[in-house]
């Protein structure tokens, strides 16, 4: 029988060889694990404030996902949802962690949730934990994992559904909220409005799911919550800006992203009407 310690070499050995695509899927499938094992449990609830909350179940999928981060990666820093800045302060290299994306979806039973890891400025993986499907990029391409078999991802504004976040806090009011968009005409004529808000919704429109995904916010590039989303949809060759038409960043507002130009063109013309 294997020791505890011979265990942990195993896994240990088992990560030393990956890139950092393989350890954001790897270490995205390890929070996946946790979320999906626990799902339909009576979790305790822990209040961050303003009506957020966290469960055990984010907590726990963070834990291994940093197990697997500092077993692959351990000279590299790490900023969590739930444990905040961790690991090598002084490192180059940090991962944006977003154990359980969609808690409230999830604590009230429903399965429209995502498990977000990202290298900043690097690679990244999204993983779906009731659907079995990882979405991955290296920086330069992206494609999805799913019964061992890997496919490119290919966005495409054929379903003509975009996802708008509506949670608030609204930062861009009154100039503009992402709801508001739902009682443009032109929306209406053109789109179906569908409701995720989360992380999951920029993987859809990354892999042709979604036409596009619009929300309100200040600089989302570092967000551990859309780290990941954002930078699967742009190796996958969306459109991706805020809701300002300026790149991502420190400058910009919220996010637009769109499968192609055209889909991002008619968005930002009805939030700039508004």
Same mark, same amino acid.
């Given at each position: ?7 942990? =070499? ?5 990560? !030393? ?8 899927? !790897? ?6 694990? /946790? ?6 449990? +009576? ?15 984010? /907590? ?7 197990? #697997? ?15 905040? *800045? ?6 180059? +290299? *940090?991962? $944006? ?14 399965? $429209? ?6 290298? =900043? ?40 559904? #975009? ?30 409005? +569908? ?14 799911? =979604?036409?596009?995904? #619009? ?18 949809? =742009?190796?996958?060759?969306? /459109? ?7 790149? /991502?960043? *420190? ?6 992203? !769109? ?16």
């Amino acid at each position: 029988m294997l020791s505890a310690a011979d265990i942990l =070499r195993d896994m240990s050995n088992s990560y !030393a060889g990956l890139d950092d695509a393989g350890v954001a899927s !790897a270490a995205a499938r390890a929070g996946a694990d /946790v979320v999906r094992g626990m799902y339909g449990r +009576r979790l305790a609830r822990i209040d961050k404030g303003a009506g957020d909350f966290a469960t055990a179940a984010d /907590v726990a999928a963070e834990k291994a996902i940093l197990h #697997v981060i500092r077993t692959a990666r351990p000279d590299d820093a790490v900023l969590g949802e739930e444990g905040g *800045q961790q690991g090598a302060t002084k490192s180059a +290299r *940090q991962w $944006l962690v977003d154990p359980l994306c969609g808690t409230l979806n999830y604590a009230v039973g429903t399965t $429209l949730v995502a498990v977000n890891v990202a290298l =900043r400025d690097g690679a990244a993986a999204v993983a779906d934990p009731f659907s079995g499907e990882i979405f991955c990029t290296d920086g330069a391409t992206a494609w999805v994992r799913h019964d061992g078999a890997d496919a490119e991802l290919a966005p495409t504004p054929a379903s003509h559904l #975009v996802d708008v976040n509506l949670d608030p806090p609204f930062p861009g009011a009154p100039g503009f909220r992402a709801v508001d968009l739902l009682a443009h005409p032109g929306f209406v004529e053109r789109f179906r409005p +569908r409701v995720v808000s989360s992380t999951l919704a920029l993987a859809w429109v990354a892999a042709g799911k =979604r036409a596009a995904y #619009v929300t309100d916010g200040g600089d989302l590039s570092g967000s551990v919550h859309f780290a990941a989303g954002i930078a699967l949809c =742009r190796a996958a060759g969306c /459109v991706v800006t805020g809701i300002d038409g300026a790149p /991502v960043g *420190q400058a910009g507002r919220g996010l637009v992203v !769109a499968a192609d130009g055209e889909t991002h063109q008619l968005l930002m013309s009805m939030v700039r009407s508004r």
